[in-house]
């Protein structure tokens, strides 16, 4: 039981949009930096490469590494064209303590079009798929949906302001893991309390960027939003169940699907409205799109996760 409540702590700090993942108790510009470095790859063959994972004492490896490690390995093999949309399985639970291999598949080079496929392995065995599609520039036809109308980040609690008003009911160990830096600044519109959840709409919003100005390397700032990508979308789905990680869900991502619509900074602030349609079958069902400042779309997340009640575990 004590292994079980331990899974659904670190579910809840590496899930919850409280408490993302953690580095180290530093400068937000050295934790940044460690975010790039370990999103960077060693290539140890042709189409092989090699990843390492911060040692942040859970059990697992947080999955926006994965997505951030595997678009990385494919954008090494491609020239001179963006990605445009991912699509991941997550297969097995990563271990942080040993590296992760990364075998990327050339299927197609177009003339408009690449396309490579991406495996991460570890101890012979396939923890990660994925899929990546990558587009030279073109003109085109554009719309977009409208932005929500949200407030406005400056109007929004900070995250140190979320963490006073919810330590009393944490424990020793939480506190310790919330008190740490974090390299993606985070501000939530909606007051969500997952240590005390009601129930409520399917409905967030998030505002987040990087705590670091970056430089203008468009392929370093889609991989920095793919990372933060995976941080709170999956505990949507709980919100009209009033529950959550920490009370009675077993919950992991199963995959993971992304479209990048237009250039943008992951240095300047981006809006996640997220919302869930549906849960059913021990699944949720979540989706986001991401807004800049200024209303524009540039991208688009959907992620399918594992939700089941610790009574069917």
Same mark, same amino acid.
């Given at each position: 039981?004590?292994?079980l409540?331990?899974?659904?702590?670190?579910?809840?700090?590496?899930?919850?949009?409280i408490?993302?993942?953690?580095?180290?108790?530093?400068?937000?510009?050295?934790?940044i930096?460690?975010?790039?470095?370990?999103?960077?790859?060693?290539?140890?063959?042709?189409?092989?490469?090699?990843?390492?994972?911060?040692a942040?004492?859970? /059990?697992?490896v947080?999955?926006?590494?994965?997505?951030?490690?595997?678009?990385?390995?494919?954008?090494?093999?491609? &020239?001179?064209?963006?990605?445009?949309?991912?699509?991941?399985?997550?297969?097995?639970?990563?271990?942080?303590?040993?590296?992760?291999?990364?075998e990327?598949?050339?299927?197609?080079?177009?003339?408009?079009?690449?396309?490579?496929?991406?495996?991460?392995?570890?101890?012979?065995?396939?923890?990660?798929?994925?899929?990546?599609?990558?587009?030279?520039? &073109?003109?085109?036809?554009?719309?977009?949906?409208?932005?929500p =109308?949200?407030?406005?980040?400056? =109007?929004?609690?900070?995250?140190?302001?979320?963490?006073?008003?919810?330590?009393?009911?944490?424990?020793?160990?939480?506190i310790?893991?919330?008190?740490?830096d974090?390299p993606?600044?985070?501000?939530?519109?909606?007051?969500?309390?997952?240590l005390?959840?009601v129930?409520?709409?399917?409905?967030q919003?998030?505002?987040?960027?990087?705590?670091?100005k970056?430089?203008d390397?468009?392929?370093?700032?889609?991989?920095?939003?793919?990372?933060?990508?995976?941080m709170?979308?999956?505990?949507t789905?709980?919100l009209?169940?009033?529950?959550?990680?920490?009370?009675?869900?077993?919950?992991?991502?199963?995959?993971?699907?992304?479209?990048?619509?237009?250039?943008?900074?992951?240095?300047?602030?981006?809006?996640?409205?997220?919302?869930? /349609?549906?849960?059913?079958?021990?699944?949720?069902?979540?989706r986001g799109?991401?807004?800049?400042?200024?209303?524009?779309?540039?991208?688009?997340?959907?992620?399918?996760g594992?939700?089941r009640l610790i009574?069917?575990?």
């Open positions: 039981m004590k292994r409540m331990d899974d659904l702590a670190f579910t809840w700090l590496s899930n919850s949009v408490s993302t993942p953690l580095f180290s108790d530093s400068h937000p510009m050295k934790l930096d460690s975010v790039l470095e370990h999103l960077d790859l060693e290539q140890i063959e042709t189409n092989l490469f090699r990843g390492m994972s911060e942040l004492g859970p /059990p697992r947080f999955g926006g590494q994965v997505i951030g490690q595997a678009l990385i390995a494919a954008l090494r093999t491609v &020239e001179g064209r963006p990605c445009h949309s991912l699509h991941g399985y997550f297969l097995r639970p990563g271990d942080p303590s040993i590296p992760i291999i990364y990327v598949d050339r299927i197609r080079d177009g003339k408009s079009f690449t396309t490579r496929r991406v495996v991460a392995i570890q101890k012979g065995e396939a923890i990660f798929s994925m899929s990546a599609s990558f587009q030279v520039f &073109e003109d085109g036809l554009s719309h977009q949906v409208e932005m =109308d949200v407030p406005h980040p400056d =109007d929004l609690p900070t995250e140190e302001e979320m963490f006073e008003r919810r330590k009393k009911d944490m424990t020793p160990e939480m310790t893991m919330m008190k740490r974090r993606v600044e985070m501000k939530c519109v909606e007051d969500v309390d997952y005390n959840p129930k409520g709409e399917p409905v919003h998030i505002w987040f960027r990087s705590k670091k970056l430089g390397d468009n392929a370093q700032h889609q991989c920095l939003l793919a990372y933060a990508s995976d709170g979308l999956l505990s789905a709980t009209p169940h009033g529950m959550s990680f920490m009370t009675g869900l077993m919950t992991a991502s199963l995959d993971h699907s992304m479209w990048f619509h237009r250039d943008f900074r992951f240095d300047e602030w981006v809006l996640i409205a997220m919302d869930s /349609p549906t849960s059913g079958g021990a699944r949720g069902f979540n799109n991401m807004f800049t400042e200024d209303g524009r779309l540039i991208a688009s997340v959907a992620q399918e594992l939700m009574t069917q575990a």
